[in-house]
């Protein structure tokens, strides 16, 4: 936004501000640039499989910790089973740190060998 304020005459005087005139006599008052934010960088939340872990502790991290109901932790289980690796979901990085954190956290607590991960999002 720029605020002009018409000065008439040639021996006008300087804006207090420190701005110039343009061609028309007009004082050009600065205003403060717009400053746009960054959108966050993006982690997946990634669930391995292994052999030893519960098919029905993985669907119970699901539906705990990344608010999956019962289909759709049970289809990201069965993924993960059957391809190795399941995304359970996409977040900040703070928010999937955490995420791996309880994870991991619950797992030991339960003497399972589930590993979660994190990796940036492209």
Request: aromatic share 6%; with cysteine; hydrophobic share 35%.
């Amino acid at each position: 936004m720029v605020l002009s304020m018409h000065v008439s005459g040639s021996n006008s005087p300087q804006s207090p501000f420190g701005n110039g005139e343009d061609d028309n006599g007009n004082v050009n008052l600065a205003t403060k640039p717009h400053v746009r934010t960054k959108k966050p960088s993006m982690y997946r939340v990634l669930i391995l499989n292994d052999d030893y872990t519960p098919m029905e502790f993985v669907v119970l991290i699901l539906e705990r910790f990344f608010n999956k109901n019962r289909d759709q932790a049970t289809r990201i289980m069965l993924h993960v089973h059957q391809k190795g690796v399941g995304v359970c979901g996409v977040y900040t990085y703070e928010v999937a740190e955490t995420k791996v954190a309880q994870v991991m956290d619950l797992a030991k607590r339960n003497e399972h060998p589930l590993q979660c991960t994190m990796e940036k999002e492209d």
